[in-house]
C-alpha cells in the first residue's frame, strides 16, 4: 500500500512537473510572441522612417522643381515687361516722329532750302546754283530752276537735254546742282548787267513755281544774254557743270 501510495505521489508529482514545464513553456512563447509583436511594429516603424525620409526628400526635390518652375516663368514675365517697355519706348518715338510730322518728301521751296550762287572757273561765262536742304525732311527738286533775272519780264530759256535719269530727291543736308549759262549762241548777242536772281522752285507737274522763290545777289560783274540758259537740277556737281 505504502508502495502504491509513494509509486501515485510521483506520478502525481512528475505530471505536476510536466505541467508546470508546459506552462512555463506556453508563458515563455507568449513572451516571446508578445515581443516579437512589439519587435515587429518597432522594425515597421524603422522601415517607415527611411521610406517616409525618402518621401520627404522627394517632396523637397519637388518643392524646389516648383520653385525653379515658378521662377523660370517670373524671367519670363520680367524678359516680356522689358521688352513692353521697349515696344512703349518704341511707340512713343513713333508718336513723337507724328506729332513732329510725317518724314514723307515734299518738294523743295525756298523755305526749305538755302540757295547759292557762285562764279566757276570751268566753263567760262557759267555760274553755279546749289540748292540745300535746310529742312527736317526730305524734298525733291523738280525739274529745273525757274530763274528770273532783275527786272527781266521773260523767263530764262532751260536746257532740255539736261534732264536727269530721276527726280533729284534731297535729304536734309543734301544739295542739288544746276548750272547757268550766262550766254549762248550765237556770239555777238547783246549781254545785259546782273545785279539780282531771283530762284523759282517748280512743282511736280512743271506747271509754274511752287512755294517761296530764293532771292541772290549775282556775282560782280555777271552779265547775261538773252541766249543763255539753265539746267536741270542735278545730284552732282559735275554733272550739272558739263553742259
Known amino acids: 500500500m505504502r508502495s502504491n501510495r509513494i509509486r501515485t505521489t510521483a506520478l502525481a508529482a512528475t505530471a ?4 508546470l514545464s508546459l506552462t512555463a513553456c506556453g508563458g515563455n512563447d507568449n513572451g516571446n510572441n508578445g515581443k516579437a509583436g512589439a519587435a515587429a511594429p518597432a522594425a515597421n516603424t524603422t522601415a517607415t522612417t527611411p521610406d517616409t525620409g525618402k518621401d520627404a526628400t522627394d517632396a523637397k526635390g519637388a518643392k524646389e522643381t516648383d520653385s525653379g518652375t515658378a521662377n523660370a516663368p517670373a524671367e519670363n514675365v520680367s524678359t516680356t515687361s522689358k521688352g513692353s517697355t521697349g515696344g512703349s519706348k518704341s ?7 507724328t506729332a513732329s510730322g510725317s518724314t514723307s518728301p515734299v518738294t523743295c521751296t525756298g523755305s526749305n532750302t538755302k540757295v547759292t550762287v557762285s562764279k566757276v ?5 557759267h555760274l553755279l546754283l546749289t540748292a540745300t536742304n535746310t529742312g527736317s525732311r526730305p524734298c525733291y527738286a523738280y525739274h529745273a530752276p525757274a530763274l528770273g533775272f532783275d527786272d527781266a519780264q521773260a523767263a530764262f530759256p532751260v ?4 534732264i536727269p535719269q530721276a527726280v533729284v530727291t534731297l535729304a536734309p543736308g543734301q544739295s542739288a546742282y544746276a548750272s547757268i549759262g ?3 549762241e550765237p556770239d555777238g548777242q547783246e549781254l545785259h548787267k546782273g545785279t539780282h536772281l531771283t530762284v523759282h522752285f517748280t512743282g511736280k507737274g512743271n506747271q509754274g513755281s511752287t512755294g517761296a522763290p530764293a532771292e541772290l545777289t549775282l556775282p560782280a560783274g555777271t552779265q547775261w544774254g538773252d541766249n543763255g540758259f539753265v539746267t536741270y537740277w542735278q545730284s552732282e556737281m559735275a554733272d550739272a557743270l558739263m553742259y
Open 91 to 97: 511707340g512713343k518715338s513713333s508718336a513723337g516722329t
Open 159 to 162: 536746257l532740255r537735254d539736261s
Open 182 to 184: 550766262l550766254s549762248g
Open 121 to 125: 572757273s570751268r566753263p567760262i561765262n
Open 16 to 19: 505536476l512537473l510536466a505541467a
